[in-house]
């Protein structure tokens, strides 16, 4: 199966700040099938990126996703109070599907 | 705009089956495929599997062994059972639509197990 790498594991940055994640696949994931959610405690996941790199329904421009083969990035171009959040990475090229552990990033 | 809400007991004894259902409202279950995810406490998601409407599955090799899963598009629900638990099997139990990434998720639901 394709193990999903996240790091940091933690992020704690300032409001308008610049969020870097990233997600690291253990094999190549095919036609970049790689999807973001954002998950805040007590909720479901959200998608914020699918396809790597397209944004889904209602996600504010901020959000961006980008790469391919292994390595692949959420960025966050400035923070705010509610992006203060859990992000995980998932890839559906090959299954079984799998998740990354996650990345907390923390609004100082 | 489809809801998702999973039903079923939040404690279940070691060896034995849990049972959760995954109940459809302001749409129908026919049509998509519908999949089921969980969480143990402090750790990442993992896929459980997929079910078609029309019963096709596919399910996470690690949990193939001990995984049902099943459709009822007469009451536009789907189900889950996962037999000979343990306490790894403790999490939170999430429905989602979708084969493959997911726009459209229930609440969750907690399921600890513990004689």
């Known amino acids: 199966e394709t193990v999903l790498t996240q790091s940091p594991g933690t992020l704690s940055l300032s409001l308008g700040e610049r969020a870097t994640l990233s997600c690291r696949a253990s094999?190549?994931?095919?036609?970049?099938?790689l999807v973001w959610y954002q998950q805040k405690p007590g909720q479901a996941p959200r998608p914020l990126i699918y396809g790597a790199s397209t944004r889904a329904t209602g996600i504010p421009d901020r959000f961006s996703g980008s790469g391919s083969g292994t390595d692949f990035t959420l960025t966050i171009s400035r923070l705010e109070p509610e992006d203060s959040a859990v992000y995980h990475c998932?890839?559906?090229?090959?299954?079984?599907?799998?998740f990354g552990q996650g990345t907390k990033v923390e609004i100082k | 705009q489809v809801q998702l809400q999973e039903s079923g007991p939040g404690l279940v004894k070691p060896s034995e089956t849990l049972s959760l259902t995954c109940t459809v409202s302001g749409g129908s279950i026919s049509d998509y495929y519908w999949t089921w995810i969980r969480q143990p406490p402090g750790k990442g998601l993992e896929w459980i599997g997929y079910i078609y409407y029309s019963g096709t599955t596919n399910y996470n090799p690690s949990l193939k062994s001990r995984v049902e899963m099943s459709v009822d598009t007469s009451r536009n629900h789907f189900s889950l059972k996962l037999n000979s638990v343990t306490a790894a099997d403790a999490a939170v139990y999430y429905c989602a639509r979708g084969r493959s990434w997911y726009a459209y998720w229930g609440q969750g639901t907690q399921v600890t197990v513990s004689s």
């Open positions: 094999q190549s994931v095919s036609s970049s099938y």
């Open positions: 998932q890839q559906y090229g090959s299954s079984p599907w799998t």
